[in-house]
């Protein structure tokens, strides 16, 4: 369906409240929050004013509006480095009307097509195996990325299609990178963590419509 999308928010653990209360005030009933670890290299991590803390990942469904990008933007200040990234991901289809009505209270805006400029590549790797991806991923140009804990189902039917045993544990990794650099940061990951070695890495990535708090990113770059 057009409209929807999967707003994603990565900022620190302290600010996760802050962050899910404002998203209920903007009348999105559903927020999910992760807890996750940042990635990226000191050096990074001094160019975009962050520290090194443990960080949230919090998930809600929203209509597509540039209004409410701008707005989080603005109130949540993720214009200053540190604050935090707000990124948003097409989503195609939700099932059941009830559904949709509950998730999408708001009206999506009418919105024409534009170019998209990032993607949020997702790798899920073997738990331990965070930093060979995000080696692999630096040295085709990833800046960072953020590394959730989970835990997966279906390793039976995994070995079905692969020909190995797959480890139950898991880390989501999630790097946020220009359209441009999303190819070779895939293909590093894939020869130096892909599912030929112990990391046994899955690998790919999804459109970002609209995103907030990569500025000073941006301006570095």
Same mark, same amino acid.
């Given at each position: 369906?057009?409209?929807?999308?999967?707003?994603?928010?990565?900022?620190?653990?302290?600010?996760?409240?802050?962050?899910?209360?404002?998203?209920?005030?903007?009348?999105?009933?559903?927020?999910?929050?992760?807890?996750?670890?940042?990635?990226?290299?000191?050096?990074?991590?001094?160019?975009?004013?962050?520290?090194?803390?443990?960080?949230?990942?919090?998930?809600?469904?929203?209509?597509?509006?540039?209004?409410?990008?701008?707005?989080?933007?603005? #109130? &949540?200040?993720?214009? %200053?480095?540190?604050? !935090?990234?707000?990124?948003? *991901?097409?989503?195609?289809?939700? =099932?059941?009307? @009830?559904?949709?009505?509950?998730?999408?209270?708001?009206?999506?805006?009418?919105?024409?097509?534009?170019?998209?400029?990032? #993607? &949020?590549?997702?790798? %899920?790797?073997?738990? !331990?195996?965070?930093?060979? *991806?995000?080696?692999?991923?630096? =040295?085709?140009? @990833?800046?960072?990325?953020?590394?959730?804990?989970?835990?997966?189902?279906?390793?039976?039917?995994?070995?079905?299609?692969?020909?190995?045993?797959?480890?139950?544990?898991?880390?989501?990794?999630?790097?946020?990178?220009?359209?441009?650099?999303?190819?070779?940061?895939?293909?590093?990951?894939?020869?130096?963590?892909?599912?030929?070695?112990?990391?046994?890495?899955?690998?790919?990535?999804?459109?970002?419509?609209?995103?907030?708090?990569?500025?000073?990113?941006?301006?570095?770059?």
């Amino acid at each position: 369906m057009g409209g929807a999308v999967l707003m994603i928010t990565i900022t620190d653990r302290s600010r996760s409240g802050e962050f899910a209360a404002w998203y209920h005030s903007q009348g999105l009933p559903l927020v999910l929050t992760a807890l996750g670890q940042g990635t990226a290299t000191t050096e990074i991590l001094d160019c975009l004013g962050l520290e090194a803390t443990e960080k949230a990942v919090l998930f809600c469904m929203a209509p597509r509006s540039a209004r409410l990008v701008h707005r989080a933007a603005r #109130e &949540l200040w993720l214009d %200053i480095p540190g604050r !935090g990234v707000l990124m948003t *991901v097409p989503v195609s289809s939700i =099932g059941g009307a @009830a559904a949709r009505d509950y998730l999408l209270r708001q009206e999506a805006e009418d919105m024409m097509e534009k170019e998209l400029t990032h #993607e &949020l590549i997702v790798v %899920i790797t073997n738990q !331990g195996f965070t930093d060979r *991806v995000m080696d692999a991923a630096r =040295g085709a140009g @990833a800046t960072g990325g953020t590394a959730v804990h989970a835990k997966g189902t279906g390793t039976e039917l995994a070995k079905k299609f692969f020909g190995v045993s797959i480890a139950a544990e898991k880390e989501l990794v999630f790097i946020l990178t220009r359209a441009e650099d999303r190819k070779p940061i895939m293909k590093a990951v894939m020869t130096q963590a892909g599912m030929g070695t112990e990391a046994q890495s899955l690998v790919f990535s999804l459109p970002v419509s609209d995103i907030a708090g990569l500025r000073q990113l941006d301006r570095e770059n």
